[in-house]
């Protein structure tokens, strides 16, 4: 995963474009409603139709690219982002048909926070990136995060039994001033919640900034019964009725 993940982190690179200088006006975070991250409703119904994933991930991109103020552009193989300190980060996509490549689709804005969500597909399999609006500080996710009520957190679950070509797993963040703080990352094949059945977070619903409820999921997405975790003092626990 690791290995993945530095690929993904080599294909991008900073420019500075214009006067950066402190009278400069920094782009603005904010985009407009529309390039918020589409909820799983919403993607299914840009995406119906469409059987490859990273047609439907450019169907997506293009919808928002449309609302996002200009902050966010695509120039062929190139997705620029422009941050608040008025530099641009860029994400290339490698070439079609690399065995070895990565490709980059933009996913919206988590406006309540401040960062970007980019989906990154490779080959096989593929993750997330969450891009911070105004630095440019990049985190990695197994799945399309939800926010907290509050805003204090982020949390993203991910179900891959049958192929394994990304984890699945349960991740929390808790929010800081410029990055995010992994503090909760379980793999449901790797440590199994229940000794008898192996099943993946999916559908994940904050009950309040430190509880979750979640569907379980099991082979060929066949769901059976919910799960939570909860923040017990310092340590997150996945409780099963």
Known sequence: ??????????????????????????????????????????????????????RCAQAIERTLLTAANGNVVRTGRHLRIALGRGDTLVFTDSLPDDPAGTWFSYRGLIAAVGYHLIEVQYYEGGRYLFVNGRTGWIGSSNGVPVIAPDGSRLAAGNVDLEAEYSPTTLQIWSV??????????????????????????????????????FAREFSLGATNGTARVVLDSTHWRILVP
């Open 1 to 54: 995963m690791m290995d993945r993940a530095h690929i993904a982190l080599l294909t991008l690179a900073l420019c500075g474009c214009g006067d950066t200088s402190p009278n400069q006006r920094a782009p603005e975070l904010a985009a407009a409603p529309a390039a918020v991250v589409p909820t799983d409703s919403a993607a299914d119904a840009i995406c119906r139709g469409l059987t490859n994933s990273y």
């Open 176 to 213: 800081a001033a410029d990055s995010l703080i992994l503090e909760f990352d379980h793999d449901f094949v790797a440590s199994p919640v229940t000794a008898d059945s192996v099943w993946g977070p999916r559908n994940l619903e904050w009950l309040n900034p430190t509880e979750l409820r």
